[in-house]
């Protein structure tokens, strides 16, 4: 017997699974906070140079910097760019519009015209800390299980955010930020696995779009606390210093029955099966043990695989190479769309909130759509919503409605691909290398959120290059999975032969 046949027995989603994922979903809406709250708290209010000297702003021509920028010296304002007049920075203070917002990191640290791109770079760095924390937590997870570095993920998260709500200068503050980063990924990976561990194989799907509404309800929430809080340390602490609270966990979330058994902590899987059984109503027979849930004998694997595997046979090799970029090009697109939205010209608390709404139907309409294939789901999401994306660089900046309408049609179309590229990418990579896959895939992803908001500094060349790559990449993502299998309803491949086929055997006899 093995452990999904005890899952089976003891209810896959019971009373137990059902509190466990209380546990789990309750932290998604304080990681969106952390994930978008740069929308806010790096805004860049209207803003115009204060000084005693006669100053005047020149006036703004295309493909040049924002006429704030360009300040001349002893002259009157009828002086038009090219006239011989040198520009410098403003000689007095800058002064912005607190029509909108009361302070951002922007207005306190002075971050626009040479500076404007420290913002986007700090941005970029916390994502960075996504990245070094699903490197390092997944693998401390491994050693030391799911639930304690959940616990530690979440102390990160609660100590850094607040003290990022009293950093002295912006470079404190990006150090905060990169902690908090790696403190999400630790968070989101380990909560999911601790869940799907629990969780019994008809139900895991179901239960991970849960976690996803909650996130969803997170990134909702955020338009109306930083509607309410326009002080930008009083909106970081709001949504960090209720993460003490999680101090609960220590004494509440169970730890990985799952990952007990694997590393010979039998006894004290056994209790955990025990009690879970027991919430759930449908106790273990008496004369079921664990021993004879962990003494059946694992099949001979003959050597180690690497993510050398993944790229070593022609098929593998272009299967893998176009899911990576898939990973990639979604989560680009997603946090592209999501940390710019001040770029559309309504208002931002409503905007955050439609693109926050959007998240629920995206991610609800993948159950409808999966079951019938996966292929066609990927291709045609990523094509719905690179051409929204692509559509908008026609439309003038004055009809805001209708950029915000297709920017929010293309935020849909790469929501509900991001859902399904974690499912698709499992059932592509065979058994033997699918943790090499899934891992890569991440890195990808996280790759791909690093860059998000350095995309936005394009803008100097044109301002229409950000959404043009927004558009082009999905587009191309969708062309690139026509060449990829179709796994719905099929049988998950075991070996690297599964997907090469017999006749590689002899070619790549040593390798498979």
Same mark, same amino acid.
């Given at each position: 017997?093995?452990f999904?046949e005890?899952?089976?027995?003891?209810?896959?989603?019971?009373?137990?699974?059902?509190?466990?994922?209380?546990?789990?979903?309750?932290p998604?809406?304080?990681?969106?906070?952390?994930?978008?709250?740069?929308?806010?708290?790096?805004?860049?209010?209207p803003?115009?140079?204060?000084?005693?000297t006669?100053?005047?702003?020149?006036?703004?021509?295309?493909?040049?910097p924002?006429?704030?920028?360009?300040?001349?010296?002893?002259?009157?304002?009828?002086v038009?760019?090219?006239?011989?007049?040198?520009?410098?920075?403003?000689p007095?203070?800058?002064?912005y519009?607190?029509?909108?917002?009361?302070?951002?990191?922007?207005?306190?640290?002075?971050?626009?015209?040479?500076?404007?791109?420290?913002?986007?770079?700090?941005?970029s760095?916390y994502?960075?800390?996504?990245?070094?924390?699903?490197?390092?937590?997944?693998?401390?997870a491994?050693k030391?299980?799911?639930?304690?570095?959940?616990?530690?993920?979440?102390?990160?998260?609660?100590?850094?955010?607040?003290?990022?709500?009293?950093?002295?200068n912006?470079?404190?503050?990006?150090?905060?930020?990169?902690m908090v980063?790696?403190s999400?990924?630790g968070?989101?990976?380990?909560?999911?696995?601790?869940?799907?561990?629990w969780?019994?194989?008809?139900?895991?799907m179901?239960?991970g779009?849960?976690?996803?509404?909650?996130?969803?309800?997170?990134?909702?929430?955020?338009?109306?606390?930083?509607? %309410?809080? &326009?002080?930008?340390?009083?909106? $970081? =602490? *709001?949504?960090? /210093?209720? @993460?003490?609270?999680?101090?609960?966990?220590?004494?509440?979330?169970?730890?990985?029955?799952?990952?007990?058994?694997?590393?010979?902590?039998?006894e004290?899987?056994?209790?955990?099966?025990?009690?879970?059984?027991?919430?759930?109503?449908?106790?273990?027979?008496?004369?079921?043990h664990?021993?004879?849930?962990?003494?059946?004998?694992?099949?001979?694997?003959?050597?180690?695989?690497?993510?050398?595997?993944?790229?070593?046979?022609?098929k593998?090799?272009?299967?893998?190479?176009?899911?990576?970029?898939?990973?990639?090009?979604n989560?680009?697109?997603?946090?592209?769309?999501?940390?710019n939205i001040?770029?559309?010209?309504?208002n931002?608390?409503?905007?955050?909130l439609?693109?926050?709404?959007?998240?629920?139907?995206?991610?609800?309409?993948?159950?409808?759509? %999966?079951? &019938?294939?996966?292929?066609?789901? $990927? =291709? *045609?999401?990523? /094509?719905? @919503?690179?051409l929204?994306?692509?559509?908008?660089?026609f439309?003038?900046?004055?009809?805001?409605?209708?950029?915000?309408?297709l920017?929010?049609?293309?935020?849909?179309?790469?929501?509900?691909?991001?859902?399904?590229?974690?499912?698709?990418?499992?059932?592509?990579?065979?058994?033997?290398?699918?943790?090499?896959?899934?891992?890569?895939?991440?890195?990808?992803?996280?790759t791909?959120?690093?860059?998000?908001p350095?995309?936005?500094?394009?803008?100097?060349?044109?301002?229409?290059v950000?959404?043009v790559?927004?558009?082009?990449?999905?587009?191309?993502?969708?062309?690139?999975?026509?060449?990829l299998?179709?796994?719905?309803?099929?049988?998950?491949?075991?070996?690297?032969?599964?997907?090469?086929?017999?006749?590689?055997?002899?070619?790549y006899?040593?390798? %498979?």
């Amino acid at each position: 017997m093995n452990f999904d046949e005890i899952l089976c027995l003891i209810g896959g989603f019971g009373r137990f699974q059902k509190i466990l994922y209380i546990w789990i979903c309750l932290p998604q809406i304080f990681l969106a906070f952390h994930m978008l709250v740069s929308v806010f708290t790096g805004a860049v209010p209207p803003h115009f140079c204060r000084s005693h000297t006669n100053v005047s702003l020149m006036p703004a021509v295309d493909g040049q910097p924002e006429p704030q920028c360009r300040v001349l010296l002893n002259h009157s304002a009828a002086v038009t760019p090219g006239s011989g007049q040198a520009a410098s920075s403003c000689p007095g203070s800058w002064e912005y519009s607190k029509e909108t917002f009361r302070s951002t990191v922007v207005t306190e640290w002075d971050l626009i015209c040479d500076n404007a791109s420290l913002n986007n770079v700090g941005s970029s760095i916390y994502m960075f800390g996504l990245l070094v924390g699903a490197v390092l937590f997944g693998t401390l997870a491994d050693k030391y299980g799911r639930r304690i570095i959940i616990l530690i993920s979440l102390a990160i998260q609660a100590v850094f955010g607040v003290g990022a709500a009293f950093a002295p200068n912006f470079y404190t503050y990006t150090v905060l930020r990169f902690m908090v980063g790696t403190s999400i990924s630790g968070v989101i990976m380990n909560a999911f696995v601790l869940g799907t561990e629990w969780t019994g194989s008809k139900q895991r799907m179901l239960a991970g779009i849960i976690t996803d509404y909650f996130f969803g309800f997170g990134y909702i929430s955020l338009a109306g606390v930083a509607y %309410l809080i &326009r002080d930008w340390r009083k909106l $970081q =602490l *709001a949504i960090s /210093a209720p @993460g003490f609270l999680f101090v609960v966990y220590i004494w509440v979330l169970p730890k990985s029955a799952r990952w007990l058994m694997a590393n010979d902590r039998k006894e004290e899987a056994w209790e955990l099966i025990q009690k879970a059984a027991q919430m759930n109503e449908k106790p273990l027979p008496k004369d079921l043990h664990i021993y004879q849930v962990c003494t059946e004998e694992k099949p001979d694997v003959r050597r180690k695989y690497s993510f050398i595997d993944l790229v070593r046979t022609p098929k593998m090799r272009k299967q893998s190479l176009i899911v990576f970029y898939l990973w990639f090009v979604n989560v680009l697109v997603y946090y592209g769309l999501s940390l710019n939205i001040s770029d559309f010209g309504m208002n931002i608390y409503l905007t955050q909130l439609i693109f926050g709404l959007v998240e629920m139907p995206a991610r609800t309409i993948t159950l409808f759509t %999966l079951n &019938r294939s996966r292929k066609i789901s $990927q =291709l *045609a999401f990523l /094509a719905v @919503g690179g051409l929204a994306c692509l559509l908008t660089i026609f439309i003038p900046s004055d009809l805001y409605v209708v950029r915000t309408v297709l920017a929010m049609t293309g935020k849909f179309g790469i929501t509900a691909s991001l859902s399904i590229i974690y499912i698709y990418s499992a059932e592509i990579f065979p058994t033997v290398i699918r943790q090499n896959g899934i891992g890569i895939g991440s890195m990808c992803a996280r790759t791909g959120g690093v860059l998000a908001p350095m995309m936005y500094l394009l803008r100097n060349i044109s301002p229409k290059v950000p959404m043009v790559l927004c558009g082009v990449c999905p587009i191309l993502g969708s062309a690139l999975t026509l060449l990829l299998p179709e796994t719905a309803n099929k049988a998950l491949p075991d070996t690297i032969e599964d997907v090469e086929g017999p006749s590689f055997r002899e070619e790549y006899g040593s390798q %498979l």
